[in-house]
């Protein structure tokens, strides 16, 4: 009569390492006793969501500031769902956001480390040595049902209003005799390995989760499958042979898998491996009409972190968005510590929120707003020109085209204690100052401005072209203002807004009306930065050659 090691024998015949040879390949990490190992482990399904870049930040956090090891191990054991290449493009966006593993998968031809390969799809071997382990021990075994029988079972569980799955009584093959399992396979018969289960969905299982505290979970019965029939694992026994030979200690990952934890636990016990900790972290969540969902990849652009990408968002904004998401003081702390590195923060995890983060994109641009502002120039120039070279060429080109007057204009009102914050993210920069740019300002159509229908067309055209010849470069702001004021006044306008309101009847205007035209004649435009830069950096020749053009049409 045949036995569990011949089935095993029939399986796997070349499968000669055990689990023993794969604990000394893979040692346990020399690290000290509070350094966190931490993993991303996406699928290589198509682009980065913003809760996976989420996740990840966290799990590399924690690594980080413990002085442990972050790697990426790629799942691509779904191959229906796999977009060819996407591996290799979610470790470039991560780049992006400085989050660099420090061993892993890089690209399907490149990884760095020594617990590798960290690739699933070629840790074949590695699964199959674990699976014949659990045949020999009785702990898994063939099962031949076709997609059929099980829809067929569903219904009849569901009819039946039972439990739905593969377990105990509904598992068919779970006691078939093994020398007809080997009679079966060597008919050539289709199958999959399931691994069979000694719990019983009555029983209760106690488990503590780094985030959400002590929990009392169902325990698991299912025989779930564990080898598929295009011979890969599935995830929940891929991901828990890789994260004990990975060496990982703590596995960060959505609160999604909580449910699933049950049989990842079973697993981990059958096994002998020492459980690693969890941490299930939140999902992030949007509110919608009042009701609140999780950030969908078909509803919302803000699911992908692209879109904040060629939005040029800030990768710092972004990043300290995220982290106020993932610990509720961090806002406070950094509110205190302006100077420092975000990662001087102590990210912990029971500062995380228990039930989803609601995602606000208002305050992703808030955050940026205010790191942006205080930026040096010359560190901004140097993100903006990336971003522009990636997402708007024609911004780039222009500012390649003079790189100190780009500098000059992002120093507009930035240099002082409180610079203005009106730039949330870096395509908020060129529509505000593309003036500037002679070939934008002289394709703006002058016969259309906004002038002030209060105005005599006569007076406006009489100050701005005698105003050029009164500009004196070397004057600071305030006394800048006042040879403005005191210009008008040559004109018939008061010299401020408050005199004018008193005296209408002997004053045409006020200083506000000259700057006004100023303005409109010199960008095109009623709103624009501070009129004061727009001269100094225009210079005399500029302002007097945009004067002339704007008059010929007055
Ligand atoms: N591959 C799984 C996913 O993309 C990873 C879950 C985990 O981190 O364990 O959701």
């Given at each position: 009569?045949?036995?569990?090691?011949?089935l095993a024998?029939?399986?796997?015949?070349n499968?000669?390492l055990?689990?023993e040879?794969?604990e000394?390949?893979?040692?346990?990490?020399?690290?000290p006793m509070?350094?966190?190992?931490?993993?991303f482990?996406?699928?290589?399904?198509?682009?980065?969501h913003?809760?996976s870049?989420?996740?990840?930040?966290?799990s590399?956090?924690?690594?980080k500031q413990?002085?442990?090891?972050f790697?990426i191990?790629?799942?691509d054991t779904?191959?229906?769902r796999?977009i060819e290449g996407s591996?290799?493009?979610?470790v470039e966006q991560l780049s992006?956001f400085?989050?660099?593993?420090?061993?892993?998968?890089?690209s399907d031809d490149?990884?760095?480390?020594l617990?590798?390969?960290y690739?699933?799809?070629?840790r074949k071997?590695i699964?199959?040595?674990?699976i014949?382990?659990l045949?020999?021990?009785?702990?898994?075994?063939p099962?031949?049902?076709?997609?059929?029988e099980?829809a067929?079972l569903?219904?009849?569980q569901?009819?039946a209003?039972?439990?739905?799955g593969?377990?105990?009584?509904?598992?068919?093959y779970r006691?078939f005799?093994?020398?007809?399992a080997?009679?079966?396979?060597k008919?050539?018969?289709?199958y999959i390995i399931r691994?069979k289960?000694?719990?019983d969905?009555?029983?209760k299982?106690?488990?503590?989760?780094?985030i959400?505290?002590d929990?009392?979970?169902?325990?698991?019965?299912?025989d779930?499958v564990?080898?598929?029939?295009?011979?890969?694992p599935?995830?929940h026994f891929a991901h828990?042979?890789d994260?004990?030979f990975?060496?990982?200690?703590v596995?960060?990952?959505g609160?999604?898998?909580l449910s699933s934890?049950?049989?990842?636990?079973?697993?981990?016990?059958t096994?002998?491996?020492e459980r690693?900790r969890?941490?299930h972290?939140?999902?992030?969540?949007?509110?919608?009409d009042?009701?609140?969902r999780k950030?969908?990849k078909r509803?919302?652009p803000?699911?992908?972190?692209?879109?904040?990408?060629?939005?040029?968002?800030?990768k710092?904004?972004f990043i300290e968005?995220?982290?106020t998401?993932?610990?509720?003081?961090y806002?406070?702390?950094r509110?205190?510590n302006l100077?420092?590195d975000?990662?001087?923060?102590?990210?912990?995890?029971d500062?995380?929120?228990?039930?989803?983060?609601?995602?606000d994109?208002a305050k992703?641009?808030?955050?940026s707003?205010e790191?942006?502002?205080?930026?040096?120039?010359e560190?901004?120039?140097i993100e903006?020109?990336?971003?522009a070279k990636v997402?708007?060429?024609d911004?780039y080109?222009?500012?390649?085209?003079?790189?100190?007057k780009?500098?000059?204009i992002?120093n507009i009102?930035r240099?002082?204690e409180k610079p203005?914050?009106?730039y949330a993210?870096y395509?908020?920069?060129y529509?505000?100052?593309?003036?500037f740019?002679?070939e934008?300002?002289?394709?703006i159509?002058?016969t259309?401005?906004?002038w002030?229908?209060l105005?005599?067309?006569?007076?406006?055209?009489d100050i701005?072209?005698?105003?050029?010849?009164?500009i004196d470069?070397?004057?600071?702001?305030?006394?800048w203002?006042?040879s403005l004021?005191e210009y008008?006044?040559?004109?018939?306008?008061a010299a401020?807004k408050?005199?004018?309101?008193?005296?209408?009847?002997?004053?045409?205007?006020?200083?506000?009306?000259?700057?006004e035209m100023?303005r409109i004649a010199?960008?095109g435009?009623?709103n624009?930065p501070n009129l004061?830069?727009?001269?100094?950096?225009?210079?005399?020749?500029?302002?007097?050659k945009?004067i002339?053009?704007v008059?010929?049409?007055?």
């Amino acid at each position: 009569m045949a036995n569990n090691i011949d089935l095993a024998n029939l399986i796997f015949p070349n499968i000669n390492l055990t689990i023993e040879d794969l604990e000394k390949r893979y040692p346990k990490r020399d690290l000290p006793m509070d350094a966190l190992v931490t993993r991303f482990a996406p699928s290589p399904t198509g682009f980065l969501h913003t809760g996976s870049l989420f996740t990840c930040l966290v799990s590399s956090f924690f690594a980080k500031q413990t002085n442990g090891v972050f790697y990426i191990r790629l799942e691509d054991t779904d191959t229906k769902r796999e977009i060819e290449g996407s591996g290799a493009s979610l470790v470039e966006q991560l780049s992006i956001f400085d989050i660099i593993p420090d061993e892993g998968y890089i690209s399907d031809d490149k990884e760095i480390g020594l617990y590798g390969p960290y690739k699933q799809s070629d840790r074949k071997e590695i699964y199959e040595i674990v699976i014949k382990h659990l045949i020999e021990i009785g702990r898994a075994y063939p099962c031949f049902c076709s997609s059929i029988e099980l829809a067929e079972l569903r219904k009849m569980q569901e009819e039946a209003k039972e439990i739905p799955g593969y377990y105990g009584k509904y598992a068919k093959y779970r006691d078939f005799p093994v020398d007809k399992a080997i009679e079966k396979i060597k008919n050539g018969d289709p199958y999959i390995i399931r691994f069979k289960s000694l719990g019983d969905h009555n029983n209760k299982i106690f488990f503590h989760d780094e985030i959400k505290g002590d929990l009392e979970l169902t325990q698991n019965d299912q025989d779930i499958v564990i080898l598929k029939s295009d011979g890969l694992p599935t995830y929940h026994f891929a991901h828990l042979v890789d994260d004990h030979f990975m060496r990982t200690n703590v596995v960060t990952r959505g609160e999604e898998w909580l449910s699933s934890l049950p049989i990842h636990l079973e697993l981990f016990d059958t096994l002998g491996f020492e459980r690693p900790r969890y941490a299930h972290l939140p999902v992030i969540m949007k509110t919608e009409d009042g009701i609140r969902r999780k950030l969908s990849k078909r509803k919302d652009p803000e699911a992908a972190v692209s879109f904040f990408l060629e939005q040029g968002y800030p990768k710092y904004g972004f990043i300290e968005y995220l982290l106020t998401i993932a610990n509720s003081n961090y806002e406070a702390w950094r509110n205190e510590n302006l100077d420092k590195d975000f990662y001087d923060f102590k990210l912990s995890f029971d500062k995380m929120s228990l039930d989803g983060a609601l995602f606000d994109i208002a305050k992703v641009a808030n955050i940026s707003k205010e790191r942006m502002a205080y930026k040096k120039a010359e560190d901004l120039l140097i993100e903006v020109k990336s971003w522009a070279k990636v997402y708007d060429l024609d911004f780039y080109n222009k500012i390649i085209s003079d790189e100190d007057k780009f500098i000059k204009i992002l120093n507009i009102d930035r240099q002082k204690e409180k610079p203005r914050k009106d730039y949330a993210k870096y395509s908020d920069i060129y529509p505000v100052i593309s003036f500037f740019y002679d070939e934008n300002y002289y394709s703006i159509d002058k016969t259309n401005l906004e002038w002030n229908p209060l105005m005599d067309k006569k007076d406006i055209k009489d100050i701005l072209l005698n105003y050029p010849k009164t500009i004196d470069l070397s004057l600071d702001e305030e006394n800048w203002f006042n040879s403005l004021k005191e210009y008008g006044k040559n004109y018939g306008f008061a010299a401020d807004k408050k005199e004018w309101k008193a005296n209408k009847e002997i004053y045409k205007g006020h200083s506000g009306d000259i700057a006004e035209m100023l303005r409109i004649a010199l960008t095109g435009r009623k709103n624009s930065p501070n009129l004061y830069y727009v001269i100094q950096i225009l210079g005399i020749p500029e302002v007097e050659k945009r004067i002339k053009t704007v008059c010929e049409n007055l």
